[in-house]
């Protein structure tokens, strides 16, 4: 007989959450290894990056593209440089925010998404787009504060076990 727990996890049924099914499926489609967190959200790693794309399914279907970053002392400015990093960069973009909770740094894209909206290109974009936002929130800050941009240490917060993978 074989042991339950040696079996391997396969996703819920795409009838229980049919946008996160549906992401899964443009992930895996372009090569991803995604995986879905204890919260519900599907992480996927991203040249190198763990990001989430959150869906939220009601009277709007929501995705949320987002990552999240721990600021360490090597970030050069105070917390109002860093805010107006984050509001450069939202207002330097259309689809993309970042945002300053403590030291933590969050970059996101929001969709109101529907059955017939294309998600492979939506997923795509805007992986990349909150990759570049980060980027741009470092330019910004180095502007800012007149110092050369100082890049985090390259990971994004929470879980960084390999479970989400890169491109396989």
């Given amino acids: 007989m074989t042991d ?3 079996l391997p996890d396969f996703p819920p049924p795409t009838d229980e959450h049919p ?3 549906r992401v899964l499926d443009v992930l895996i489609d372009e090569g991803y290894r995604p995986d879905i967190d204890g919260d519900g959200d599907v992480a996927v790693k991203v040249q190198g990056q763990q990001l989430y794309l959150r869906c939220t399914e009601g009277a709007v279907t929501i995705l949320r593209v987002f990552g999240q970053w721990r600021l360490d002392e090597d970030v050069a400015g105070d917390e109002l440089a860093r805010l107006r990093a984050c509001n450069s960069v939202t207002g330097r973009l259309s689809v993309a925010k970042t945002t300053l909770g403590g030291d933590i740094l969050v970059a996101s894209a929001e969709h109101v998404v ?5 998600l492979k290109s939506i997923v795509g974009t805007s992986l990349e787009l909150v ?3 980060v980027n741009l929130w470092h330019e910004a800050l180095a502007q ?7 890049q985090s240490d390259g990971q994004s917060d ?3 076990s390999d479970a989400g993978g890169d491109r396989g």
Avoid: E, M, V, Y
Avoid at 114 to 118: E, H, I
Avoid at 144 to 150: C, D, F, R, V
């Fill in 114 to 118: 529907t059955t017939d909206t294309g």
């Fill in 131 to 133: 990759l570049t936002a």
């Fill in 4 to 6: 339950p727990t040696a």
């Fill in 19 to 21: 946008l996160r099914g």
């Fill in 144 to 150: 800012i504060t007149g110092q050369p941009a100082s």
């Fill in 158 to 160: 929470g879980d960084q």
